[in-house]
């Protein structure tokens, strides 16, 4: 049976967290927003997924920025400044006693209505801020297995439509892409742009390895992934050649290797793509998941969180 990307076990500690409700820590089965919330009802917000590893979150700064740079995309005020975001962060964490193996799903809506109603010239008060910190750690047999994939006719739309670079509540067509796949069979689905490209998965980013070169697209059509950035980075400093362009499914099924990337599971390897093993024919390597480009990444990202790891901006 096909899974996902947040396969996970689940952590007993999780039904004892708490968590943070426009700055008061409320228990898990007590927390909750009203049903005149911008976000409940129209999906009016955005939203951050952080990982915190030994004490502090990886690349803070970079998610904090993406975050305050979505709510200028839609005119909307947080309403505390990235310090004082950040401080509310670690107050919930702190309080949580958590230092390592934590995702975090920080989200900012619009705030209450008046009435459900989109125009957000009826939003009374301030925007609601919710923070919800869980032990969760990638499935260590789904991260050595890899992924199955499969190409859903769901696209990523133009940007005068919806902009994908927008990482808002509105979420419906990755959701009606994850739906597609799930019923395919498959753990993730690979989504094409526009104009018939392959642009990203449903709630990742997808690379592939051809000839010792990494490929991925060329973001127009996805939100600007943060880890996706790194792997980018990290792929030149290994000397690995590496490309953002348009490439079509073609190029996909001769691959060499195969990857998604996310904040919550860092590398995943990919081994079959719409019924296809992802694998170099030619290659005398016997390798299970992960390539040898694939593993050389994933071992060098995760030493980079560790790294990054911070609890200010």
Known sequence: MADNIHDVQIDP?????????????????EAMVSVFDSGFILGDGVWEGLRMVKGGVPFLREHIERLYEGAKAIFMDIGLTPDELVKRLFDCLDANRMEDGVHIRLMVTRGVKATPYQDPRVTIGKPTIVIIPEYKTPNPEKSAKGLSLHTVNVRRGYP????????????????????????????????????????????????????????????????????RGNMIRLAKDLGIPVFEKPFSLYDVYGADEAFVTGTFAGLIPVRVIDGRPVRNPLSTEDWSGAGPVSRRLSEAYKALCVKDARRSL
């Not at 597609?180 to 709630?203: I, K």
Request: glycine share 8%.
């Open 13 to 29: 500690r999780n039904l004892n967290i708490l968590i943070s409700v426009n700055g008061t820590l409320t228990p898990r089965a």
């Open 160 to 227: 005068d439509v919806q902009d994908q670079k927008l990482n808002s509540h509105s979420k419906l067509n990755c959701i009606t892409a994850c739906i597609q796949a799930a019923n395919a069979g498959a753990d993730e689905a690979l989504m094409l742009d526009p104009h018939g490209f392959v642009a990203t998965c449903n709630s990742t980013h997808f690379f592939i390895v051809r000839r010792g070169e990494l490929w991925t697209s060329t973001g127009q059509y996805c939100i600007p992934g943060i880890t």
